[in-house]
């Protein structure tokens, strides 16, 4: 594991959970100011963390970050900005910064106010039990879980001018979260040299090829936030124009993206679509979307049938224009409808290769231009129904 | 039942669906040449009758329709165009009409030739059977049936300058159908005297808020037809501008369209989506058709869980610009959300009324303008899940 230098990581139960065996209070503090990006849910209806991060961001003084699990701090009006901005006081005093130096990311019920007291008590707690080490920084990745599965924390070195650049990248899953929201939190850390308008255009570049190509279920949360934070602290030269650092920035967020639907709520695949051959990026993007978002064909998927009569009509509605004689589309590596016709090919062979295989790869060539995109997203089974349908406000 | 005159009805297993039991071919004949006109699916990936229907409609020429379940025709390339071009002509020989007097339409498996030997004979057998009765009407509305559990068949009678002018509407659910779509197919039968060019724009502004607004996956189909034919059998004046046809026409197709998603795979709840207040009926339509096709909220339905936070947040992400302070949310007439903050309601009671009906209201109130929509859907089951993930190609 590579550990960006001059961050310091911890994450305690507080008391917001019911679940006392599971961390709800992530707290991140860099030695330095960070420049920090961030990348924000276009949902119209979005929770006050998110109005805060948005107002601060791309900012140069960015000392701290907390986030909490439990409460989403989500249609709370007036009192959620006034406790959100407190909140992120509280953290960007335990870090030293000035007031406004700190960032803050929420999660869980929608429609009810913070518990304060329980989070100034947790904020000065977590703050004396910080730490350097792989240990706190995968108690942090936990810390900020919420119906995941499993943590997801992923880092990366690189060389840039002779000098160790690292990269973290933290997240947790877009699967429902007691009661209302599915969320995407990410946070990427990083100790190179970065300005902040600078990791505002990168973050929000490499966003939309992992983050925003990714879906469980096409609902939007209001809290889906990203946050990049740079503290130069490597002593690395400025990395704006750097492609390994963009590269490795790139790679970073596409792992943790697809970690999220590889552990959607319920999921037993994770299926990442390639479409290809497109006039326009958008128009891929469309067709990709239309098909990761199906439920016919994400329930195909859920039965390993490899049913490329639903995927080929997906594509049908999208509103793009395209000659289907020119189609051909290839699940798990084989051919299943060619040139607007179905293929010859052995349905139970490609079955299998579904069932044998967590991932299952579906991409369709089209003839109309150059333009490709990637989505991920899983499949729909029973258990997501049971985990969203037999919960009750 | 009110059966429009000078139409002969008749259906007949033929051998196309595996189950010998139910009905594959429904025939419609018309003693007189009807004006027809038709509204078809979007989607670019069209069948072969589709394709065929659309342009042969608007017609003034139509004596027959022939239906087949079991085999959709569609992914079929130049043969399912002649196949569904000769289907057509038999169909128009039983009917004593000209060659290119005749529609068709096909539901069922995607991606296979139809069995024309078995068509011809069952063609020329069904034409043998058709009467203008009741049982008549009942069994051709059975033969375009597939994984609907009710059929449906709606009648009305009205009076046009003294004369009784009847409707009737009979169609096939948007449940998907071995292997491959989900489709509608509905065909309305009047004995008004109407011209084509007047039916068909009655028939798409009636389509446009019914058949339009209903959505149980979000799958659009490459088989969807909506037919009407008008025979003028009634004696009728012509009804192009007859307010009271036209409410007619509306009323039975709205009770077509709503019956489909109430009918919907693994459907426990028919759900009534109206978004008032808004500044174009283009934003009342995207937003309540999110709503009303986020798996979140269709999971919440399923488990009679009155979670407003999916519903607003649902509308939050159409990319319509309200203000969410002026929002207002009822289900089933509990008031859950006001003005944008949670209403103090009893959870319990709502939920109580919505697993004591099959049916739940939705009513959202915006402050943006006058616009309105209606859409139906039904609730996300985990038997919608094992109807579309157990079937193997």
Redo the contacts between chains.
């Keep these: 594991m590579f550990i960006p230098r001059g961050f310091r990581f911890g994450a305690i139960y507080s008391g917001i959970k019911r679940d006392a065996s599971r961390e709800d209070l992530t707290l991140i503090v860099s030695d330095k100011n960070c420049a920090a990006a961030g990348v924000y849910?276009?949902?119209?209806?979005?929770a006050a963390p998110v109005t805060l991060d948005r107002s601060r961001t791309p900012a140069k003084n960015i000392r701290a970050v907390v986030v909490n699990s439990g409460n989403a701090n989500?249609?709370t009006?007036q009192q959620g900005m006034k406790d959100a901005k407190q909140m992120a006081e509280w953290a960007a005093r335990a870090a030293g910064a000035s007031k406004t130096g700190a960032l803050v990311m929420s999660t869980g019920i929608?429609?009810h106010f913070l518990p304060m007291e329980i989070l100034e008590k947790g904020i000065a707690k977590v703050s004396q039990e910080l730490g350097d080490d792989a240990a706190s920084l995968e108690k942090a990745a936990r810390g900020i879980m919420t119906t995941d599965t499993k943590r997801k924390l992923f880092t990366r070195q690189i060389m840039v001018d002779g000098v160790e650049v690292r990269l973290a990248a933290m997240g947790k899953g877009a699967g429902?979260i007691a009661?209302?929201?599915?969320t995407f939190l990410g946070c990427v850390l990083t100790d190179a040299k970065l300005a902040p308008a600078a990791a505002q255009k990168l973050l929000q570049k490499v966003a939309d090829d992992t983050f925003n190509c990714i879906t469980v279920?096409?609902?939007?949360?209001?809290n889906d936030t990203l946050l990049l934070l740079a503290n130069g602290a490597s002593g690395s030269v400025d990395v704006a124009k750097n492609k390994d650092f963009e590269n490795a920035l790139h790679e970073i967020c596409a792992e943790l993206a697809r970690s999220i639907p590889a552990d959607g709520e319920g999921a037993s695949h994770l299926v990442t679509i390639h479409t290809r051959g497109l006039k326009t990026k958008l128009h891929a993007r469309r067709i990709a979307r239309l098909i990761a978002?199906?439920?016919?064909?994400k329930?195909?998927f859920?039965?390993?049938?490899?049913?490329?009569?639903?995927i080929?009509?997906?594509?049908?509605?999208?509103?793009?224009?395209?000659d289907?004689k020119k189609v051909t589309l290839h699940v798990n590596g084989f051919l299943l409808f060619e040139k607007?016709?179905?293929a010859d090919f052995d349905?139970d062979k490609v079955?299998r290769s579904m069932s044998e295989n967590h991932e299952i790869v579906v991409e369709l060539q089209f003839a109309e231009g150059n333009a490709d995109a990637r989505f991920w997203t899983c499949d729909?089974?029973?258990e997501?129904?049971?985990i969203?349908?037999?919960?009750?406000?």
Tied chains: 1, 2.
């Design positions: 849910t276009r949902n119209l209806v979005c989500a249609c009006g929608i429609g429902m009661p209302n929201m599915a279920d096409g609902h939007t949360s209001t978002e199906s439920p016919l064909v329930c195909a859920a039965g390993n049938d490899p049913n490329w009569g639903r080929v009509s997906a594509a049908g509605y999208s509103g793009v224009d395209f289907v607007g016709a179905p349905a079955s729909l089974t029973t997501y129904v049971h969203n349908a037999d919960y009750h406000t």
